[in-house]
Nanobody, 124 residues
Protein backbone atom coordinates (compact mmCIF):
# COMPACT_ATOMS: atom_id res chain seq x y z
CA UNK A 1 0.00 0.00 0.00
CA UNK A 2 1.38 3.39 -0.99
CA UNK A 3 1.78 5.96 1.75
CA UNK A 4 2.80 9.59 1.36
CA UNK A 5 3.57 11.58 4.48
CA UNK A 6 4.17 15.32 4.29
CA UNK A 7 6.08 17.39 6.82
CA UNK A 8 7.54 20.86 7.19
CA UNK A 9 4.47 23.05 7.19
CA UNK A 10 3.97 25.87 9.63
CA UNK A 11 3.46 29.58 10.19
CA UNK A 12 5.79 32.05 8.51
CA UNK A 13 5.78 35.77 7.84
CA UNK A 14 5.48 37.31 4.40
CA UNK A 15 8.79 37.03 2.59
CA UNK A 16 9.88 34.04 4.62
CA UNK A 17 10.76 30.52 3.57
CA UNK A 18 9.65 26.98 4.30
CA UNK A 19 10.74 23.57 3.07
CA UNK A 20 8.16 20.84 2.71
CA UNK A 21 9.12 17.19 2.50
CA UNK A 22 7.20 14.08 1.54
CA UNK A 23 8.30 10.55 2.37
CA UNK A 24 6.89 7.84 0.15
CA UNK A 25 6.60 4.13 0.71
CA UNK A 26 4.85 1.20 -0.90
CA UNK A 27 6.08 1.09 -4.49
CA UNK A 28 9.11 1.92 -6.61
CA UNK A 29 9.47 5.62 -5.90
CA UNK A 30 11.94 6.26 -8.70
CA UNK A 31 9.48 5.09 -11.36
CA UNK A 32 6.85 7.78 -10.80
CA UNK A 33 6.31 11.47 -11.23
CA UNK A 34 5.81 13.34 -7.97
CA UNK A 35 3.83 16.51 -7.50
CA UNK A 36 2.70 19.11 -5.00
CA UNK A 37 -0.79 20.59 -4.95
CA UNK A 38 -2.43 23.03 -2.57
CA UNK A 39 -5.89 23.96 -1.42
CA UNK A 40 -6.70 27.31 0.12
CA UNK A 41 -9.85 27.85 2.22
CA UNK A 42 -12.91 28.06 0.01
CA UNK A 43 -10.97 27.22 -3.14
CA UNK A 44 -10.38 24.16 -5.26
CA UNK A 45 -7.18 22.23 -5.02
CA UNK A 46 -4.60 23.49 -7.52
CA UNK A 47 -1.35 22.31 -9.04
CA UNK A 48 1.85 23.76 -7.62
CA UNK A 49 4.81 21.79 -8.98
CA UNK A 50 5.83 18.44 -10.42
CA UNK A 51 9.05 16.54 -11.04
CA UNK A 52 9.65 13.69 -13.45
CA UNK A 53 10.58 10.28 -12.13
CA UNK A 54 14.31 10.74 -12.78
CA UNK A 55 14.31 14.34 -11.58
CA UNK A 56 15.42 15.66 -14.95
CA UNK A 57 12.35 17.79 -15.66
CA UNK A 58 10.17 20.00 -13.51
CA UNK A 59 7.01 22.03 -13.99
CA UNK A 60 5.53 24.86 -11.95
CA UNK A 61 2.35 26.84 -11.70
CA UNK A 62 2.85 30.40 -12.91
CA UNK A 63 2.00 31.71 -9.45
CA UNK A 64 5.05 30.04 -7.88
CA UNK A 65 7.64 30.16 -10.67
CA UNK A 66 10.89 31.68 -9.50
CA UNK A 67 9.91 31.29 -5.82
CA UNK A 68 9.38 27.55 -5.34
CA UNK A 69 11.72 24.68 -6.20
CA UNK A 70 10.77 21.03 -6.32
CA UNK A 71 13.40 18.33 -5.93
CA UNK A 72 13.57 14.62 -5.21
CA UNK A 73 15.95 12.09 -3.74
CA UNK A 74 15.12 8.70 -5.19
CA UNK A 75 17.54 6.94 -2.85
CA UNK A 76 15.55 8.25 0.12
CA UNK A 77 12.10 8.11 -1.53
CA UNK A 78 11.52 11.76 -0.74
CA UNK A 79 10.31 14.78 -2.65
CA UNK A 80 10.75 18.31 -1.35
CA UNK A 81 9.33 21.73 -2.06
CA UNK A 82 11.50 24.70 -1.18
CA UNK A 83 9.29 27.78 -0.86
CA UNK A 84 10.85 31.24 -0.78
CA UNK A 85 9.45 34.78 -0.82
CA UNK A 86 6.22 33.49 0.60
CA UNK A 87 3.05 35.55 0.26
CA UNK A 88 -0.24 35.46 2.18
CA UNK A 89 -1.88 33.98 -0.92
CA UNK A 90 0.38 30.93 -0.56
CA UNK A 91 -1.56 30.02 2.57
CA UNK A 92 -3.08 26.60 2.00
CA UNK A 93 -2.91 22.93 2.81
CA UNK A 94 -0.14 21.45 0.69
CA UNK A 95 -0.49 17.91 -0.61
CA UNK A 96 2.13 15.55 -1.95
CA UNK A 97 0.99 13.24 -4.74
CA UNK A 98 2.41 10.37 -6.77
CA UNK A 99 1.56 10.09 -10.44
CA UNK A 100 0.33 7.16 -12.48
CA UNK A 101 3.51 7.21 -14.53
CA UNK A 102 6.95 8.66 -14.98
CA UNK A 103 6.25 11.78 -17.03
CA UNK A 104 5.33 15.22 -15.77
CA UNK A 105 1.72 15.67 -14.78
CA UNK A 106 -0.26 18.70 -13.64
CA UNK A 107 -3.84 17.46 -13.33
CA UNK A 108 -5.27 15.88 -10.20
CA UNK A 109 -6.68 12.99 -12.22
CA UNK A 110 -3.15 12.08 -13.31
CA UNK A 111 -2.09 11.34 -9.75
CA UNK A 112 -2.79 7.99 -8.15
CA UNK A 113 -1.89 8.53 -4.51
CA UNK A 114 -2.12 11.45 -2.13
CA UNK A 115 -0.83 12.42 1.25
CA UNK A 116 -2.99 13.93 3.98
CA UNK A 117 -1.49 17.37 3.59
CA UNK A 118 0.43 19.86 5.68
CA UNK A 119 -0.74 23.36 6.58
CA UNK A 120 1.23 26.38 5.42
CA UNK A 121 0.17 29.75 6.78
CA UNK A 122 1.79 32.99 5.67
CA UNK A 123 1.01 35.99 7.83
CA UNK A 124 0.96 39.52 6.47
Amino acid sequence: QVQLVESGGGLVQTGGSLRLSCLASGRAFSAYCMGWFRQAPGKEREFVAAIRSNGEYTDYADSVKGRFTISRDNAKSTVSLEMNSLKPEDTAIYYCAQGWGAGLRSKESEYAYWGRGTQVTVSS
